[in-house]
């Protein structure tokens, strides 16, 4: 699928400390290197604080990309008048800093390669994928999500031509991946004295295996979901090891932190991002999905965001190809509505990026558009993964087995005859050539004309 790679990053050693840079990133055309110098609006910045004031669930971070002397305005409320009507001001509030974010981005030649990019994705008749690399710390935080180009078309994470997804730089290669031919799903619920876990478990459960079964020509992947409650750091990583899992569903309580913050398995047990990373990467998860506040921000010291500090890069840049995170505190309702979802078209054989968006449009639809419920849900993908985490039922039936070469015992096949009486041959590990010739076979099967003396290898 065609892709559009976008970085940013603050420059430095300029007179002002709102200079910053934009480029394209391994280009899907050849004059497409292209590279643009900018600044960082004061307008911009005043949006985002109007922004932070209206909908931020928890302290935003003190610094913005330009600091402000503007006092913060009182909040206001989005979800009714007095007269039960919608409130605008959330609306308006919502396109203006998409509009803002997307003027800053696609400015000058990275509209250009925007628009290009573009046409060879239709060309090809297939969508084109974005994925925005951000470099500086203090532009994290921002809902990149929401970007539009004008009022009345679809933001960028919403739009039908277009997936949208964060990634970061300077990370080591992917190892060969396969798409498997099931979900299955490690579900973990950590310590938090607001869940009553056994009943949020069923429900967890309930929601990501189950699917709509009003699309009956629809086929869906298996889908196996095993619950641990409150483990220990020690139990998870067993039974991570001993066990064959492509999605870690955390929820629970957690704090950001320099690692990637802290998992709290337990009130006195916890994980830090680098330690899940290393459990996660040697066992083969392809994607982690966090449904706290905290796994797509940044920590801070001071009010300063910390680079490459939230948990969603830390485990990118450890080798998980895909992560799911929250930008800020989602609601329990909306949650659901969004891992149902998302589950069901991951079940569907939909990319990973192609599934967040449809989760995203279905809370967009239940909960509306000046909810930001929509735009917290925050995607991040392995520069080098395509995001195909099941098999498409097109691809090819045939396959080589992976046999260990541990010595261990290994899953036996076996090759059996239909006629009365028939041979049954057990086949293990390597290669079995089938045919007439004696001399030349593993498997001999004579009396058949049908069958030549070199006839099929397994």
């Keep these: ?29 050849p004059s497409g290197s292209v590279h643009y110098d900018c600044l960082w609006p004061e307008s911009l910045t005043q949006i985002w604080q109007d922004w932070q004031q209206m909908y931020a669930g928890h302290s935003p971070l003190g610094f913005s990309p330009q600091s402000s002397p503007n006092p913060p305005v009182p909040p206001i409320d989005v979800t009714s008048s007095p007269s039960g009507q919608i409130n605008n001001h959330g609306v308006r509030l919502m396109q203006d800093l998409g509009i803002s974010l997307w003027q800053w981005l696609f400015t000058g030649p990275i509209l250009n390669s925007l628009e290009r990019s573009n046409g060879i994705a239709m060309g090809q008749e297939k969508r084109l994928r974005v994925r925005l690399d951000i470099r500086d710390p203090d532009l994290i935080a921002l809902p990149w999500e929401i970007m539009q180009s004008q009022h009345g078309k679809s933001a960028i994470s919403l739009s039908q031509n277009i997936l949208f997804s964060r990634t970061t730089s300077d990370v080591d290669h992917l190892p060969a991946l396969r798409p498997d031919r099931d979900l299955r799903i490690l579900l973990v619920l950590g310590n938090d004295e607001n869940l009553q876990l056994d009943k949020e478990a069923a429900i967890l459960q309930e929601t990501l295996s189950s699917s709509n079964s009003s699309n009956l020509g629809e086929k869906y992947s298996p889908c196996t979901v095993h619950v641990l409650l409150q483990p220990t750091q020690e139990e998870l990583i067993s039974h991570l090891e001993t066990q064959k899992y492509n999605v870690f569903f955390y929820a629970g309580h957690g704090e950001p932190g320099e690692d990637g913050g802290l998992l709290f398995l337990q009130r006195e047990n916890k994980i830090n991002g680098i330690e899940l990373a290393q459990a996660l990467t040697r066992t083969g998860v392809k994607l982690a999905v966090f449904n706290a506040c905290w ?85 991040y993908l392995h520069p080098e993964f395509d995001g195909e985490l099941i098999r498409s039922i097109d691809d090819g039936i045939t396959e080589l087995p992976e046999f260990s070469l541990s010595g261990k015992s290994q899953l036996m096949a076996s090759l ?21 010739k004696p001399e030349e076979n593993e498997i001999i099967i004579t009396g058949d004309k049908s069958v030549s003396n070199y006839h099929a290898n397994i």
Excluded: C
């Excluded at 699928?1 to 394209?24: D, K």
């Design 1 to 29: 699928m065609p892709s559009l790679n976008l970085a940013i990053a603050r420059l430095v050693n300029t007179n002002t400390n709102n200079n910053f840079a934009i480029w394209v990133v391994n280009p899907i055309y």
């Design 416 to 436: 059996r005859s239909h006629l009365p009486q028939g041979n049954t041959w057990s086949l293990g590990a390597g290669m079995y050539r089938i045919g007439r």
């Design 295 to 379: 796994g797509a921000q940044p920590a801070s010291d001071n009010g300063q965001a910390i680079s490459r500090s939230s948990l969603a890069e830390v485990l990118i840049h450890h080798g998980v190809p895909a992560v799911l995170g929250m930008r800020d505190h989602i609601a329990d309702n909306e949650s659901l509505t969004f891992i149902q979802a998302f589950a069901e078209a991951l079940r569907k054989r939909r990319p990973v990026d192609e599934a967040v968006m449809i989760a995203r449009k279905q809370l967009l639809t239940q909960h509306r558009f000046n909810n930001p419920g929509w735009t917290l849900p925050v995607l």
